[in-house]
């Protein structure tokens, strides 16, 4: 009875990532299969072979809500980076359904800029804790008025009827997470 969105975060050939959630956990699976396990780096966490706009064509052969987590993240992990020139961008933006205006492991400035960044799109919004430890999950969280249903919340990210609240962790918590995090993106490249 517990209420769950079947989801993936998949780093691209560039180093940045991108949530995928999926209407069906057998279309998680299948797009898992087919569309990453062949592109995957050696590691866990590595960079997938494949460049954003591969990721999200692959992605939308499915029913998925796509979005950018922490486009102004400080490591270089959001869309926001100086490897997309602006005109890729924009391009990329049109591809997907939203953005996370709140992430508890950035900082207060890049989670300002990036829900201007979601607002100036007229996308849906999101927010979500990023935790890799118990300690930081629940931090922040997405909520909409609307039926208790994967596809009914799904729905209402796509129809920009979410709101976000929270709040970002410690510090201390931000500097360890996010030092743990720059040493793998920097294998990564």
């Known amino acids: 009875d517990v209420f769950s969105i079947p989801g993936i975060e998949i780093t691209s050939k560039e180093g940045t990532h991108i949530l995928i959630y999926f209407y ?11 569309d990453v396990i062949p592109y995957m780096g050696n590691d866990i ?5 494949l460049e954003m ?5 692959r992605a939308r052969k499915f029913k998925t809500v796509i979005i950018f987590p922490h486009p102004f993240c400080g490591i270089y992990t959001g869309i926001q980076n100086s490897y997309f020139p602006e005109d890729r961008r924009e391009s990329i933006f049109s591809m997907i359904d ?20 979601g ?14 430890r118990i300690s930081q ?15 009914a919340f799904l729905d ?19 500097v360890t997470s996010n030092g743990v995090k720059l040493r793998t993106n920097i294998k990564n490249y």
């Open 24 to 34: 069906s956990i057998d279309n998680l699976e299948a797009f898992y299969d087919n």
């Open 45 to 49: 966490m590595s960079s997938t072979a």
């Open 53 to 57: 706009e591969e990721i999200i064509e």
């Open 98 to 117: 939203g953005v996370e205006v709140i992430n508890s492991e950035n900082m207060t400035k890049s989670n300002l800029r990036s829900a201007l960044l």
């Open 119 to 132: 607002f100036n799109l007229n996308k849906g919004i999101t927010g979500g804790s990023d935790g890799h």
């Open 137 to 151: 999950m629940g931090k922040v969280v997405t909520y909409a008025t609307c039926k208790s249903s994967r596809k």
């Open 156 to 174: 209402a990210i796509k129809k920009k009827k979410t709101k976000v609240v929270g709040k970002e962790i410690d510090l201390i918590r931000k």
